[in-house]
Structure formats: structure tokens, C-alpha cells
């Protein structure tokens, strides 16, 4: 048993069992590129343990690189715009094999192919040292696996608590004493277009919480045609909102699947007082309950011009029809403003003006919560 910070890890995975994991995926790739010099390219910060070991194992000849992914605010643009920082090599015409320490939901994988689709690489292998297959949302193909993992939350070999524990040669994963603990849940909702995804990225840093976003969760059971995606599509193409008991039933399991979580943020639930109150049950059969909500208040009519510009790069139908904007918005007045009296008979309601730039919008937003 080990502390990091204010938690305890236990025993997990020995280093023998990664050596032995890492030697395979070595041994795959010799294989696959026997007549290549292919480009290895860690992402950091957690994949430098794994490239080191990799690098001991791999016998044929390549090049190493080391990337950061990052985020800036476009300076024409509100949008978040992803880049790579450290990519200096030209790649194009070359194989490529980004190397990851752990890959869950498949976000930051899904990022990394999107950036590397425009460097023009002759082929382009994902390989991760650990991978949690029930928490894996995306459908991109991992070529290289060293070890499956349950949805856990670990340490060691590359992944951190906190900026601890990544240079520990085991893996440990989180006690269960542990789980119990109180949770920091954060409602954060607005009107569509109010920049709810946006902020959420901030917000899920630096309060460390699993962002569950009601969008994502949606696209994810529609993209894989589950039962509830399938009735979620009938409502969303028509600019409705989903019914509570699809869109809850949708959340709980997404909870479920994150035991190990410090909190929860969630990005546009609940959207009436129903949702609120389902919310609220389903959270106290947990010991928990929501910390606070926040909501980003902007004007209609600045709101339905910022979904008709998304609407010509997002491809979504809901974002192209002002009609069925202004729909989306009649029902979140009728149905979903009420929730501003449930939670301030709780104080537990906090209002942020959602219009200017995402920095100052930030700043706003770090000022609420801050004093919490």
C-alpha cells in the first residue's frame, strides 16, 4: 500500500507483468516493420516510461519523438482549437506509431489521428501500454495493446495521481478505502450554444471530474445504435429534448462505469426539474449529492446565430434549422428555467454571464467556483 496526496493506491500490476507486455509489443512490430524505419512518437506527459522500455525491446531501426497535446484559444475564433506541441519532423510519406501510456474513453486518441490525418503519413498505428476496453468510446482501431485493464483508476509506469506516483515501476490502483470518499459534483448548464462544452474542459482539469456531457453520450449510443440512442435520434432530429427517463438511464450507467471518480461534472443535465429529481435520488442512493450548479446566461438572439455559424462546420441538422433552434429553445425556457428556483431553494444555484471570450468567461466561472 502506498499514499499519494490525500489517497491510498494498492498493488495492481507487477513491473515483470509490464516488462513481459511491453517485450510483445516490441516483438509485433519488429514483425510489421521489418523492411520500414517507422516514427515512434510518445504523447506526453505518462508515455516516457513506456518509449524508454519500448526503445530497449524494439530491435529494428526508427526514429523517437516526443509530443504534447495542447489547447489555445484561436485568436479569430472562440472556438478551442487542439494542436501538438514538439512536432518538428516532416512525416510525410512515413509510418507512424503514436504511443500511448493508457487510452480510455479515445478522446485524446481521436484528436491525435484528426492532427495527424494532415501530415500526409503513409500509415499511421496507434499502441498503448494500457487499455481500458469498458470505458473505450471511439471506434478507431488500436493496433498495439500491452494490457487490458478494468475501469479502474491506477498509478505508476507513466500515470499519475496529481503529478505523483508516474516514476513508480509498478502499478497500483486506487484502495478501496478510498472510494467513499465525498465527491465534488458540479451541474453546469445553459441555453444551446452557450459554451457548456467548452467551459466543461476547463472546469474538469482543474477540479479534477469525469466530464459527463450529455451530447457526447448521446452521439456515442446513436454512433453505436443502442436501443436508447436510436429513441434519443427520434427527439434530437426534430430539436426536442430527449425524454427523462432515455436521458437518465443514459447517465446512470456513465456514473456506474466510474467508481473511482473525485466528481462529476455534468455538461447540460439535468434540463427540467424531473431530471433534477432523479438526479438528486440517484446521487443520495450513493452518499453523494450535487455540490453546485452553474449557469451561462446569453441572449436568444446572440445564441441563434452562434448555432447557425457552428451549423455550417458541425454537420449536426439541429444546428442548420433556425426554426428548430428557436423550438430548442422555447422548451429549455418552458421546461429547463424552473430549475433556477429548485437549486437556489438549495443555494445551491450560481448564474455567469456566458457572453465575451472563453477566457473571460473563465475567469468568471473560476471566481464562482472558487468560493465554493
Known sequence: MIQLHDKHFEPFISSD????????????????????????????????????????YYRGMCEVSFVKLASYEGTQSTNQVKQLIGLNEDLEGKTVVIVEDIV??????????????????KHLKIATLFFKPDAYKKDIKLDYVGIRVPNKFIVGFGLDYDGLGRNLPDVYQLAI????????NIVLFGKPGAGKGTQADFLKEKYNLVHLSTGDIFRYNI?????????????????????DEI????????????????????DGFPRTIAQAQALDTFLNSKNQEVTATVALEADDEILVQRLLERGKTSGRPDDQ????????????????????????????????????????????????????
Do not use: H
Request: glycine share 6%; net charge negative; charged share 30%.
Open 321 to 372: 434549422d433556425e426554426e428548430k433552434i428557436r423550438n430548442r429553445y422555447e422548451e429549455y425556457n418552458q421546461k429547463t428555467a424552473p430549475l433556477m428556483d429548485y437549486y437556489k431553494a438549495q443555494n445551491k444555484f450560481k448564474a455567469v454571464n456566458g457572453i465575451g471570450s472563453i477566457a473571460e468567461v473563465t475567469e468568471r466561472l473560476s471566481e464562482v467556483l472558487d468560493q465554493l
Open 17 to 56: 507483468e509490464i516488462d513481459f507486455a511491453i517485450q510483445n509489443m516490441a516483438k509485433q512490430m519488429d514483425d510489421d516493420f521489418f523492411d520500414e524505419v517507422p516514427v515512434f512518437i510518445g504523447v506526453l506527459n505518462g508515455s516516457f516510461k513506456v518509449v524508454s522500455d519500448l526503445m530497449k
Open 104 to 121: 480510455d474513453t479515445g478522446n485524446t486518441v481521436e484528436e491525435l489521428k484528426a492532427i495527424f490525418k494532415e501530415k500526409k503519413v
Open 247 to 266: 436521458t437518465i438511464k443514459m447517465l446512470q450507467s456513465e456514473v456506474d462505469e466510474n467508481p473511482q471518480a473525485k466528481g462529476f461534472l455534468f
Open 177 to 184: 478505502e478510498n472510494l467513499n470518499t465525498q465527491m465534488i
Open 223 to 243: 454512433k453505436n445504435g443502442t436501443e436508447l440512442g436510436k429513441l434519443a435520434k427520434t427527439y434530437m432530429d426534430k430539436g426536442d429534448l430527449v425524454p
